[in-house]
């Protein structure tokens, strides 16, 4: 696809993803740009217009959980007139769910609203601002939470949600470069009262723990990216050997065909199987808990009832089976 010239470090992170995840989109696709009116979704909508000039368009979610929301639409609103960008905006009712929280609650609305209007624009994906300072403060989180690879893993490039592509072309660029990209140039954005409440786990990763990383390791940023891509490449073996050894267990798995795996092997297919084709993630406790009624499970008769997310792993005959809670 034909490429403007890249001026600035916005302008060719974006070009080195395009060359990497948009070349199937054709030479004049229409791109959209997840625009909170943020600096970070800014930098990216300017450098999207500058390559796709009357190809993109913005796509604002109001989530409408603080008194600034309707400011924020309102500049988006003001600042895509400027840019002659035509933007989309969409309300939200994000409110949590008993045992979510409200930064989960707020990131699965927010996916489906995109997706909802991308798809609506016929855009041929959908462009998301996170940086740098995203992806180490994902991986700190992950950490802290004793994540495995999936978390540890970060925030993909590239990924496909609620029927559409999404891209982060600045993984690679420190919340600081993009600021001072558009102080450069001028350009105003808002800011997010909200990202300076630590109420929230991120947050406090932001003040507390990402100034320490940096006075003790300066640079560390691109060193945690690095690792996160590393985690992505070991998962994308697992999952590859998943599906090896769930062609021979079968679909749901069998029982035997699971006690002839290895443990890790077992732990690895049940996590693949449960995620990838019934949708949940078991915690650790509740994998430890499948893996010994797998091992224990040698007359017809046992049974096997445990509960996994929302529902229960069972023993259907030869095989295991899920079923979601009614």
């Not at 990383?213 to 560390?220: D, K």
Request: charged fraction near 20%; charge should be positive.
């Amino acid at each position: 696809m034909p490429a403007t010239p890249a001026a600035s470090p916005c302008g060719e992170a974006l070009d080195r993803w395009c060359r990497r995840w948009l070349p199937a989109a054709g030479p004049d696709p229409l791109v959209a740009v997840a625009f909170s009116g943020g600096a970070d979704s800014t930098a990216l909508l300017l450098a999207a217009r500058a390559r796709w000039p009357g190809r993109v368009v913005a796509l604002h979610v109001h989530h409408g959980l603080q008194a600034a929301a309707d400011d924020f639409e309102k500049h988006v609103r003001v600042t895509c007139q400027g840019l002659g960008v035509p933007v989309q905006v969409l309300r939200v009712q994000a409110r949590h769910a008993p045992g979510q929280s409200p930064e989960d609650a707020a990131r699965v609305s927010r996916y489906a609203a995109l997706a909802a209007m991308a798809g609506e624009a016929g855009a041929a994906c959908v462009l998301l601002g996170q940086h740098a300072d995203d992806q180490a403060e994902t991986l700190l989180l992950a950490l802290s939470r004793g994540a495995g690879l999936p978390g540890l893993s970060g925030m993909p490039e590239r990924f496909e949600r609620h029927g559409a592509v999404f891209g982060r072309p600045f993984l690679s660029l420190s919340g600081t470069a993009l600021r001072e990209h558009l102080a450069a140039r001028r350009e105003a954005f808002v800011e997010d009262p909200s990202n300076t409440d630590t109420r929230y786990t991120r947050n406090r990763i932001r003040a507390v723990l990402m100034p320490a990383w940096q006075a003790c390791f300066p640079g560390f940023r691109p060193m945690l990216a690095r690792s996160a891509r590393h985690a992505a490449q070991a998962q994308v073996l697992l999952d590859d050997l998943a599906r090896i050894d769930l062609a021979l267990t079968g679909l749901p798995p069998t029982i035997s065909g699971l006690q002839a795996l290895s443990r890790e092997r077992q732990a690895n297919v049940l996590r693949h199987w449960l995620n990838e084709h019934e949708g949940v993630v078991p915690s650790a406790a509740q994998m430890e808990a499948l893996l010994k009624q797998v091992a224990a499970c040698t007359t017809r008769g046992h049974r096997i009832h445990l509960k996994v997310a929302d529902g229960f792993v069972t023993r259907a005959g030869p095989a295991l089976a899920y079923t979601p809670s009614i």
